[in-house]
């Protein structure tokens, strides 16, 4: 059995920061939009019912994250998924979330104050 090795602070810190920007619902939201392909600013918006100025502010953040790319065709600006591992995260956290929301379903399930025959 290998002793786990020390992990530097750096390291830490920007593991922590890639999983910061999936902390926000609307960043959710984008990348749910996103697995269709490439879309631009207004697509965006209009999918997530938001303003134009909040989609930007979390594409920034996605891209700077290298979640995200981005690329401009004349005064439009499309963006992509940069790396489809991301989904794959996403999947893993939503199929836990859903095995404890059924186990949770199955305890009140058990739980009864009817009487029994």
Do not use: W
Request: charged residues 25%; aromatic residues 6%; contains cysteine.
């Amino acid at each position: 059995m290998n002793p786990t090795k020390p992990v530097s602070s750096e390291v830490v810190q920007q593991v922590a920061e890639y999983f910061s920007v999936l902390g926000e619902p609307m960043r959710l939201k984008i990348l749910n939009v996103l697995r269709d392909g490439e879309k631009c600013v207004q697509d965006l918006v209009e999918a997530t019912d938001t303003s134009q100025a909040n989609v930007s502010k979390h594409l920034k953040v996605m891209v700077q994250a290298g979640i995200l790319h981005r690329r401009s065709k004349g005064t439009l600006a499309y963006y992509s998924v940069e790396d489809d591992l991301i989904f794959e995260l996403c999947s893993l956290v939503c199929d836990r979330l859903a095995n404890r929301i059924e186990q949770q379903a199955r305890h009140f399930r058990a739980f009864s104050f009817a009487e029994k025959r």
